[in-house]
């Protein structure tokens, strides 16, 4: 499992290798809630989806991403928000073993 580093700002974008993957990542808050956008080399994974605590991101096999993302509530279980991004919400990665067995 490998944290990605996010800070608690409304909008941000990190760039990082998960899995040997070179992935953009895209976090943004909006009424409705936080949104996360993926990419690996410069190809879009997921765009626009809705961050749900301890649920994954990628959830389309042919999209060929290797492992998955997810937000960990550290106080409870719930949806992520900005203020919190990086103390209370992580975003983790699970290889592909890791994600097998959960």
């Known amino acids: 499992m490998q944290t990605v580093p996010l800070q608690p ?8 290798v998960l ?15 936080c949104f996360v956008d993926i990419s690996v080399g410069g190809v879009d994974i997921v765009v ?37 991004l990086g103390s209370r919400w992580n975003l983790v990665y699970l290889t592909a073993e890791e994600y097998g067995l959960i």
Do not use: H, M
């Open 48 to 84: 626009g989806i809705l961050a749900l605590d301890a649920v994954p991101l990628v959830c389309r096999e042919y999209t060929g991403f290797i492992g998955n993302l997810l937000f960990i509530d550290t106080q409870g279980s719930d949806d992520p928000s900005y203020e919190g």
């Open 9 to 16: 700002v409304p909008s941000q974008s990190a760039q990082v």
């Open 19 to 33: 899995g040997g993957q070179n992935c953009s990542i895209t976090v943004y808050q909006k009424t409705q809630g």
